[in-house]
Nanobody, 118 residues
């Protein structure tokens, strides 16, 4: 099995910062892309940011310049530093990992709530 455990969500005022962490564990020998998706009430889940094993990153236009994704391959962990948060960033944030070797395939975390008050 593979588990993705997220932490770091919470309530913050507009303009504030939060840092999310996601640690992958279980039968994992290598991971490809990892990332953060988010889903606001009444909306579809969307990609916020992703990073591959080589450190190449991809961001949604709405978070570029404010969010930074990083990765520690030795720990199978990714981070999302979120600065200049806006009320529209309010959502449940889900960690994602595509496991290449081990229990291969798509894996998701349970989600962590981020709420930005105006």
């Amino acid at each position: 099995q593979v588990q993705l455990v997220e932490s770091g969500g919470g309530l913050v005022q507009a303009g504030g910062s939060l840092r999310l962490s996601c640690a992958a564990s279980g039968t994992i020998f290598s991971i490809g892309v990892m990332g953060w998706f988010r889903q606001a009430p009444g909306k579809q889940r969307e990609l916020a940011a992703s990073i591959n094993s080589g450190g190449n990153t991809n961001y949604a236009d709405s978070v570029k310049g404010r969010f930074t994704i990083s990765r520690d391959n030795a720990k199978n962990t990714i981070y999302l530093q979120m600065n200049s948060l806006r009320p529209e960033d309010t959502a449940v944030y889900y960690c994602y990992a595509f496991v290449l070797e081990g229990v291969s395939g798509d894996h998701w975390g349970q989600g962590t709530q981020v709420t930005v008050s105006s």
